[in-house]
T-cell receptor, first 112, second 114 residues
Framework: NAGVTQTPKFQVLKTGQSMTLQCAQD?????MSWYRQDPGMGLRLIHY???????DQGEVPNGYNVSRSTTEDFPLRLLSAAPSQTSVYFC???????????FGPGTRLLVL | GESVGLHLPTLSVQEGDNSIINCAYS??????FIWYKQESGKGPQFIID?????DKRQGQRVTVLLNKTVKHLSLQIAATQPGDSAVYFC?????????????FGSGTRLQVQP
């Protein structure tokens, strides 16, 4: 049981490049979320999903797309990276009837 | 390198002392609260949670206190150890909305001096 996994651990992009941050969980949790964490700040919600085929926007969704084709995977896409998207990205999951979220190890993204 | 907490408030305690980390939350409708611990280079790790129908909850070496009147949450760590050094975040949610995403505070860095 690996819990929540994220890949890559670290990525450097040039402005305008696209990439996908991967998140996978093997706990059969219905809810999955993406957060970003910037220096001196807490985590801010980007997008979330309550189940396969269902996604919704969080607090800071602009510049990011998500999809949820399976329960296990919840990729986050940056279509045209900007320096303002330099951050650490965390994926989190939880059961539908539980509020406690379990976090992945994070992806550190640098956009030049 | 550390990308989190460059400008965080810091609490420095001696090993063996008790630590109290405070958090003010903003939404009076929030009814679920949780404390996370984040070590350098890692994701947040669940410590303890509390619902709004309680004002105190205890775990192993940790206690969470909730004061809804002044919208204040605190985390007490007994006999603080070097391994407790980390950034601590409080988070809140409104359970009835069905939305499981949490709203996080900005965090407090705990430094334990040996």
């Amino acid at each position: 049981n690996a819990g929540v996994t994220q890949t890559p651990k670290f990525q450097v992009l040039k402005t305008g490049q696209s990439m996908t941050l991967q998140c996978a969980q093997d706990m059969n949790h219905e809810y999955m979320s993406w957060y970003r964490q910037d220096p001196g700040m807490g985590l801010r919600l980007i997008h979330y999903s309550v189940g396969a085929g269902i996604t919704d926007q969080g607090e800071v969704p602009n510049g990011y797309n998500v999809s949820r084709s399976t329960t296990e995977d919840f990729p986050l896409r940056l279509l045209s990276a900007a320096p303002s998207q330099t951050s650490v990205y965390f994926c989190a999951t939880n059961k539908m009837d539980k509020e406690t979220q379990y976090f992945g190890p994070g992806t550190r993204l640098l956009v030049l | 390198g550390e990308s989190v907490g460059l400008h965080l408030p810091t609490l420095s305690v001696q090993e063996g002392d008790n630590s109290i980390i405070n958090c003010a939350y903003s939404n009076s409708a929030s009814d679920y609260f949780i404390w996370y611990k984040q070590e350098s280079g890692k994701g947040p790790q669940f410590i303890i949670d509390i619902r709004s129908n309680m004002d105190k909850r205890q775990g192993q070496r940790v206690t969470v206190l909730l004061n809804k009147t002044v919208k204040h949450l605190s985390l007490q760590i007994a006999a603080t150890q070097p391994g407790d050094s980390a950034v601590y975040f409080c988070a809140e949610n409104i359970v009835d909305t069905g939305r499981r995403a949490l709203t996080f505070g900005s965090g407090t860095r705990l430094q334990v001096q040996p």
